[in-house]
Every structure is written in C-alpha cells, then in structure tokens.
T-cell receptor, first 108, second 119 residues
Framework: KNQVEQSPQSLIILEGKNCTLQ??????????LRWYKQDTGRGPVSLTI?????NTKSNGRYTATLDADTKQSSLHITASQLSDSASYIC???????FGTGTRLQVFP | NAGVTQTPKFQVLKTGQSMTLQCAQD?????MSWYRQDPGMGLRLIHY???????DQGEVPNGYNVSRSTTEDFPLRLLSAAPSQTSVYFC??????????????????FGPGTRLTVL
C-alpha cells in the first residue's frame, strides 16, 4: 500500500534550536517528494521539492534530504524562529499522497 | 493575483442540509482539486478536475459532487450533510497534473480552507 508516514507527530523546541523532521514513504515507483508548511488556520504552502536525483536541497534555514534507497526524507530547520511554528507535511508528488504531518511549536 | 480563494471561511450545517463550498483561482491553472483534512489524517482527495468540463473522483468522493464549467471555478457540493463530513476543506490548484518525473511540477497552491461543522 502506498503510504507516507511522518515522525514525530508533534515537537516542541526553544527558539534558536535546531530540529529534524522525518518522512518515510512506501510509494512505488518513487517520483518526487515535496515538503509543505501549514500555518494554523491556513492552507499548506510549498517549501521545497526533492526529485529522485537530489540528495540535499536548502531553502534558507530549511534543508531537505532524500535517501531513495531507504525511502526516507528529512527536513532540518536551523536556528528556529517563532514563525516556524506550524505543521510540516510531506507528500508524494505523483500520487498526491500526503503524510499526517508534524506539528512544530517553537517557544521563546 | 489573489491565488486560490474559498468561501465561506466557516459554516455550520444541520444533518440533511445541502450547501456549496466555493473555490476560485486566478492563475489559469488547469488542475483543481478538493481535499478534506481531519485530525490525525493526511489531506485526502475528494474530487479533482484536469480542465473545464472534466472531473473525476478521488479517494473519498461519497456525499460530494463537483462541476467545472470554467477554468477559474470549482465548487464542491454537499448533497445531504452528515456529521462525518465535519472537517476542514481545502481547494487547491496547479498548473497541470503530471506523473512520474515530471510530477515535480505538481506544486499545489492551496486556498485558506473552509471549516465545516455538521450537527
């Protein structure tokens, strides 16, 4: 069964700290994987797209990695800010299967 | 550009009532879709459209109807609301729907959502 699973479900960190969110997928064949950020009460917004040939991609303080062999992707947030508080969702772009998301809360 | 707009923002219905959730986009996107988002579950596809006059069912279509008479608009109709349809509904659009390696172009642009409660 094609699935996208994320961990942890929720995460609380202090402002300025780093964190890593995980996404495991069993979608086959693999196409591409996209990370979205969803602020409370709003629709998801794309952060980055990872294609099969890419291992690492950065977008400011966000760095996404992809290991096609283990079918894992991660989103690393550096020097977290209060505005990073949101849910982060990964999705297979071909079949549009969305993970359940990780809810990140950053406290001062 | 307004992007993807949805109305209403909030709605409360009684069981058995019908209503239409509105969605519009001004980006000339071919592909539009409706999702529902429930606690502890990922976004689930209800219906989608690859162009005006063409619609198809997604993962959870029962109880919902759609039509696409123009490129810009994609309304979602609840025929007879049930408490199980209490959810947050998101409309999304993308330039087109591609598969495989080209699916990297499938960036979905989401509306702000409609929070629906069915009593």
């Amino acid at each position: 069964k094609n699935q996208v699973e994320q961990s942890p479900q929720s995460l609380i960190i202090l402002e300025g700290k780093n964190c890593t969110l995980q996404c495991n997928y069993t979608v086959s064949p693999f196409s591409n994987l996209r990370w979205y950020k969803q602020d409370t009460g709003r629709g998801p917004v794309s952060l980055t797209i990872m294609t099969f040939s890419e291992n690492t991609k950065s977008n400011g303080r966000y760095t996404a990695t992809l290991d096609a062999d283990t079918k894992q992707s991660s989103l690393h947030i550096t020097a977290s800010q209060l505005s990073d508080s949101a849910s982060y969702i990964c999705t297979n772009t071909d079949k549009l299967i969305f993970g359940t998301g990780t809810r990140l809360q950053v406290f001062p | 550009n307004a992007g993807v707009t949805q109305t209403p923002k909030f709605q409360v219905l009684k069981t058995g009532q019908s209503m239409t959730l509105q969605c519009a986009q001004d980006m000339n996107h071919e592909y539009m879709s409706w999702y529902r988002q429930d606690p502890g579950m990922g976004l689930r596809l209800i219906h989608y459209s690859v162009g005006a006059g063409i619609t198809d069912q997604g993962e959870v279509p029962n109880g919902y109807n759609v039509s696409r008479s123009t490129t810009e608009d994609f309304p979602l109709r609840l025929l007879s609301a049930a408490p199980s349809q209490t959810s947050v509904y998101f409309c999304a659009s993308s330039y087109r729907r591609t598969s495989g390696a080209l699916s990297s172009y499938n960036e979905q642009f989401f509306g702000p959502g409609t929070r629906l409660t069915v009593l």
